[in-house]
């Protein structure tokens, strides 16, 4: 992935600011569209004229939003006038409050230590007075005379008014044309910008639309339901306006997070103002937060979810970004416009550090994001995340899908002489621990399957588990051995507790007990099968050489190879290191770690001939 140059980013932003004037309306004609082409779609389908089925549609909307203004502006009006009937109760509020402070006097202690650093703060600058005797100067009559002709006047009054009108105008006949327009726009966009890959710039508009369109429809949706019980509510509660908090509401929660804020402050402030105690205030900041938890746990995950594409940090970011480039109205379309930037980065390579940095989706594989863990010598967080894995899955599948390859990759970085000494024993130490943190799963598994359940809730509902794949372990003694250092250990542990899920007796060894002298203090009297584990694809001639020396001490055991790199790297055959079997993955290392085969004899090496006891070729000679 390549960032592009730092001066092409400043360069973008700089053009976004400057030319926002032109660029805010296009913004926003752009949003619509994708908001209302679903609609023209559905009339069109309904063999309504393409022309008419934009008027209507365009028409119904506008006229909405043009209802909904009107509506604010009259009961803005309304709560303009009443104001001064409420400074009865503010002035008993503020009066309770002194009140309340008076016992302790907390109330005037403040009031008089502001006043007295007011007063130190005025001493010694004020200006010097005139000297005794002198006569104190008059003022000079100052008038003022306004320079600004009739046009400055009207040009200062009429524009601000007619500019807003002007730019929804302007917005509306933008929406018509793009509407009217919407296939030869998607074709003149995909010949410009990926002619050469048809299939991915179609993909992109089809994800475009839909996120930004399911987006902005589902949001008008939640804040609907939102609105109409707190317009309802403050109604009974007797708040005055409470249409005009409603609709309030429904539109400052398209502002991310800060705008149901400002939606509530705003009637309780009022509230305060208006009701004689302080009941009416609790009661109505109760009913935002109950609202408020309502849309967020409830309606928004069953609506839309997470189907923006964004994470929660990349929104409250996006929202400080595109608030600082384009105000308010930048505030509101900073969520749909990001999530134009996150499709723009999912399907076209060169800005893809904007769906990493923007973006919902796990940037690092699931093993990838263990193993940096483990590096990092945390093993709890490495541990927090097999536990959100292990709610829909078993511990077979989270070893043999994310524990086996991280320990690989840390195996591969060790190979490479990037982790050695007290790094690999950190990481070691770290996987083990990771294991030691699961073994409350696993009891809970070896439970379960004990009793002749699942043992692992959701899981039994994956058709993609591999636990319906393992065998019954009941009686078998099995051995563990890492291969050659301290992360086939790992591995080896790892292997060990799936098998003692499945109700087999295994015991776990180092990897220095492969040495001569540990290897006979082994007790092989109860054990039936030994699993050798080497996460090197490469250590064939150590695996060779160690099986040869444990089927001598025991020629009924049988010894196996887990290599799970193999399959990668190598295909390696049992029959060439003298093995019972080589496995690659943990399924297949359980199924022939219990099968019930005989042991393969052990085959003694090739012999070689001395080069003193060869016989001496013959020689032909020619006869004379």
């Known amino acids: 992935m390549s960032l592009p140059p730092l ?75 009443n104001i001064p009937t409420y400074q009865m109760n503010i002035v008993e509020k503020v009066r309770s409050l002194r009140e309340l402070g008076a016992g302790g006097g907390l109330i005037d202690h403040l009031t008089g230590a502001v006043e ?66 919407r296939e030869a726009l998607r074709d003149r966009f995909i010949r410009l910008a990926g002619y050469g890959d048809l299939h991915k710039m179609t993909e992109a508009l089809q994800d475009a639309g839909t996120r930004v369109g399911r987006y902005l429809l589902m949001q008008l949706v939640i804040n609907t339901t939102y609105a109409i019980p707190i317009a309802a509510g403050l109604w009974v509660l007797g708040i005055p306006n409470a249409l005009l908090w409603g609709l309030l509401a429904l539109v400052l929660r398209f502002v991310p997070y800060i705008g149901p804020a400002i939606g509530m402050l705003l009637p309780m402030l009022l509230t305060l103002a208006v009701t004689p105690g302080w009941a009416p205030l609790l009661w109505t900041a109760a009913l935002f937060v109950v609202m408020e938890l309502i849309s967020n746990n409830v309606l928004e995950p069953w609506l839309y979810g997470s189907r923006t594409g964004l994470s929660p940090l990349a929104i409250i970011a996006a929202a400080i970004f595109w608030a600082w480039l384009w105000g308010p109205l930048g505030l509101v379309l900073s969520t749909p416009l990001t999530v134009c930037l996150v499709v723009l980065g999912r399907h076209v390579p060169q800005f893809e550090f904007l769906n990493v940095l923007l973006g ?14 483990l590096l990092a010598g945390d093993p709890d967080e490495a541990a927090d995340y097999a536990e959100e894995f292990l709610e829909d899955a078993y511990l077979v599948d989270f070893y043999d899908k994310v524990g086996i390859p991280a320990l690989l990759l840390g195996e591969q970085d060790r190979q490479r002489g990037v982790l050695t000494g007290e790094k690999q024993s950190q990481f070691a130490a ?64 790892m292997l060990a507790q799936v098998m003692e899920i499945q109700g087999a007796t295994v015991a776990r060894v180092a990897h220095t007990a492969l040495g001569l002298i540990q290897l006979r203090r082994l007790d092989l009297d109860k054990v039936d099968t030994i699993v050798l584990i080497y ?51 943990i399924v297949d290392a359980v199924k022939q770690g219990f099968a019930d085969e005989k042991p393969v004899p052990l085959r003694a090496p090739p012999k070689r001939l001395s080069p003193r006891r060869a016989k001496p070729a013959k020689r032909v000679t020619a006869a004379a």
């Open 360 to 373: 919902n989706e796990p940037v690092l594989e699931p093993h990838a994001r263990v193993y940096q863990r």
């Open 535 to 585: 996460l090197n694809s490469s250590s064939s001639a150590q695996a060779r050489h160690a099986v040869r020396r444990l089927k001598r001490l025991k020629r009924k055991l049988r010894v196996g190879i887990f290599m799970p790199a193999a399959s990668a790297k190598t295909n390696v055959a049992a029959e060439d290191l003298n093995a019972d079997f080589v496995a690659m993955t």
């Open 116 to 181: 007295r650093i007011g007063q130190e703060l005025q001493v010694g600058t004020q200006p010097a007075g005139p000297a005794d005797g002198a006569a104190t100067p008059k003022p000079l009559p100052v008038e003022i005379v306004s320079q600004q002709s009739p046009l400055d006047i009207l040009r200062n009054i009429v524009v601000p008014l007619i500019s807003p009108f002007a730019t929804a105008g302007l917005i509306v006949v933008v929406v018509i044309f793009m509407l009217l327009e």
């Open 430 to 493: 770290a996987a083990l621990s990771l294991v030691d943190d699961l073994e409350d799963v696993a009891d809970g598994e070896e439970d379960g399957n004990a009793n002749g359940d699942d043992g692992n809730g959701d899981a039994q509902d994956d058709e993609d588990t591999l636990a319906d794949d393992l065998p019954d372990g009941e009686g078998r003694s099995l051995l563990c051995i890492g291969g050659r250092g301290e992360i086939d250990d790992a591995a080896a542990v």
């Open 7 to 81: 001066f092409t980013i400043v360069g973008v932003t700089a053009i976004l600011y400057l030319g926002q004037d032109v660029l805010l309306p296009f913004a926003v004609a752009l949003l619509l569209t994708f908001a209302l082409a679903p609609i023209v779609s559905f009339l069109r389908r309904r063999s309504v004229p393409k022309i008419l089925a934009v008027i209507i549609t365009v028409g119904i909307s506008f006229a909405f939003i043009a209802a909904f203004a009107f509506m604010v502006a009259s009961q803005v009006s309304n709560l303009a006038q």
